[in-house]
């Protein structure tokens, strides 16, 4: 029997022959979103790809497309968080005393009420890193805790209304500061949002060029390069066009341009910095991350941090696209975003998930809800199919487990 070794100076091979597979686990979010939406686009007609109605979709769901940003970092880590709805609710409050009541300049009212948001995060990660209490049950305790004190802060009764900064941070669009295009057919289009799209696309194709370039610089298996390069098209074509639409309404909303700036950001906390390493070891794997010399406690603690932070912006944002901080705000965002987390593939035991899972999971969350309000479905219809979906997300997490391990 006669073997062949690869010469030791011979450059890194691109396995261009290897067979096409997919990660079921990874790619079935986007592909059951795919499904989705094309299933609602039929079921309205085409009104649910209209330019008035993907904007309103990010408009609406915003709040808890940043709470789920906070969520998945809680959830890889291995804990959970029943509380930020209250915090919601209670940074709201805060914001709204700040600048309504106060005549707090709208800077520093929202720095403070970040602060805020912080100190909330804090008092509860230490009760779960320092103390030892199960996130459930202090989670489930701020909860209750923080709403009686949104209800104390508020005296049962909304404030209002918000600065003009904080209502168009919440529902206003860029200007159209170099005028319109014309798109043909689809009329004009703000001409800074599709350079913003074009520059969006650039950045993703340099960014999967590395990636790849990198991989083949350790030996690493690739795509083939036909099949890279149709994968790059496609998230093109999809990027461009929903800012082709968005552009035809009333251009980018600055509630998009923050979740970007956050979603970029995380993104690269999560899969590039030795903190991001830490969450996924400590969730992952516990015991063994304490015999590698990571700072358990610690990271648990920033991660509430983290969390009470995310929660307050959510709380500015929602207060100021309602106009006013209400007593009854943020009732079950936190439950919205926790099944964000898992529809967008966070596994129930931790050390699984990706920000761009929980913002995919968050939309399909989004789509459904209008889509169903669309075509007239009562409320009840509407958490019975969000019910069955977070279910069967769970239930195809754990069956590629299983399927993988056998």
């Known amino acids: 029997m006669t073997t062949t070794e690869a010469r030791p100076d011979a450059p890194p091979v691109e396995h261009s022959a290897r067979r096409i597979s997919i990660n079921p686990r990874q790619s079935g979010i986007y592909v059951a979103f795919a499904l989705i939406v094309v299933l609602f686009e039929v079921l309205t007609g085409g009104a649910l790809l209209e330019p008035q109605n993907i904007s309103n979709i990010i408009v609406q769901n915003s709040y808890v497309l940043i709470l789920a940003i906070g969520m998945i970092l809680v959830i890889i880590s291995g804990h959970i968080d029943l509380s930020a709805g209250s915090v919601v609710a209670m940074t709201g409050a805060v914001s ?12 520093w009212a929202v720095l403070v009420t970040l602060v805020v948001g ?23 305790a701020g909860m209750l805790v923080f709403r009686a004190l949104t209800l104390t802060v508020l005296g ?12 168009t941070l919440s529902n206003g669009f860029t200007d159209g500061y170099l005028g319109n295009i014309g798109l043909g057919p689809l009329g ?4 800074v949002s599709l350079l913003a799209g074009v520059a969006a696309v650039a950045g993703i194709v340099f960014t999967q060029w590395r990636k790849r370039s990198a991989r083949l610089g350790y030996g690493q298996d690739v795509d083939p390069f036909a099949i890279f390069v149709l994968k790059i098209a496609g998230v093109a074509v999809i990027v461009l066009a929903l800012v082709v639409q968005l552009a035809r309404f009333k251009n980018l909303p600055w509630v998009l341009i923050l979740l970007a700036a956050l979603v970029l950001g995380y993104s690269l906390v999560a899969g590039k910095s ?6 996924y070891a400590v969730g992952g794997n516990l015991q063994a991350a304490t015999l590698s010399g990571v700072k358990v406690k610690s ?18 944002i929602f207060a100021g696209r309602l106009n006013q901080a209400g007593p009854t705000a943020g009732i079950n965002f936190e439950l919205d975003a926790i099944a964000a987390a898992f529809i967008g593939g966070a596994a129930v035991q931790g050390g ?4 761009v899972g929980a913002i995919t999971g968050g939309l399909i969350m989004a789509v459904i809800n209008n889509g169903m309000s669309l075509i007239g479905a009562p409320s009840e219809r509407v958490m019975l199919v969000k019910g069955v979906v977070l279910l069967a997300a769970v239930a195809y997490d754990i069956w590629t487990k299983r399927r993988a391990a056998s």
Not at 156 to 167: A, L, S, V, W, Y
């Open 96 to 107: 709204a005393v700040l600048m309504v009541n106060w005549h707090l300049p709208w800077f």
């Open 156 to 167: 049962n009764q909304g404030i209002g209304p918000f600065p003009d900064t904080i209502r």
């Open 274 to 279: 030795v903190f991001g390493r830490h969450i």
């Open 299 to 316: 990271v648990t603690f920033w991660i509430f941090v983290n969390m009470g932070v995310l929660a307050a912006l959510a709380g500015i």
């Open 352 to 355: 699984v998930g990706k920000v």
């Open 118 to 140: 912080a100190v909330i995060g804090a008092w509860q990660g230490y009760w779960v890193a320092y103390f030892g209490i199960p996130a459930f049950i202090v989670t489930l």
């Open 188 to 191: 004009g289009a703000d001409l």
